[in-house]
């Protein structure tokens, strides 16, 4: 099973930028489409971005479209989420997870579709 570990959450403020990084465990990670997921404090786990295995397709919530960018690197194992014009509605534990689906060209937003995730980063954003 790939294990995912999740880095650069922090605090910064309205309108800065944060580099979230994602790095799995298993070479088998490069086969498979990933996605960034966030929750905050009460609310459902949501839907951030997606990529499928080759980093040919990406797709974006509508609420982060244009702010956030999703990338991967499969010879470093990584995958990240680049997020730029932050907001406080963007606070939220930010978690990475992988589909066991070999050589997906698609991507997917549905969290049922993922089989492994990271333990989450925390992102605050102040206003």
């Known amino acids: 099973q790939v294990q995912l570990v999740e880095s650069g959450g922090g605090l910064v403020q309205a309108g800065g930028s944060l580099r979230l990084s994602c790095v799995a465990s298993?070479?088998?990670?490069?086969?498979?489409?990933m996605g960034w997921f966030r929750q905050a404090p009460g609310k459902e786990r949501e839907f951030v971005a997606g990529?499928?295995?080759?980093?040919?397709?990406?797709d974006y919530a509508d609420s982060i479209k244009g702010r956030f960018t999703i990338s991967r690197d499969n010879a470093k194992n990584t995958v990240d989420l680049q997020m730029n014009s932050l907001k406080p509605e963007d606070t939220a534990v930010y978690y990475c997870a992988a589909k066991y689906s070999v050589y997906d060209s698609r991507t997917s937003s549905r969290s049922d579709d993922y089989d492994a995730w990271g333990q989450g980063t925390q992102v605050t954003v102040s206003s």
């Open positions: 990529i499928n295995w080759s980093g040919s397709n990406t």
């Open positions: 298993e070479r088998t990670y490069r086969t498979y489409p």
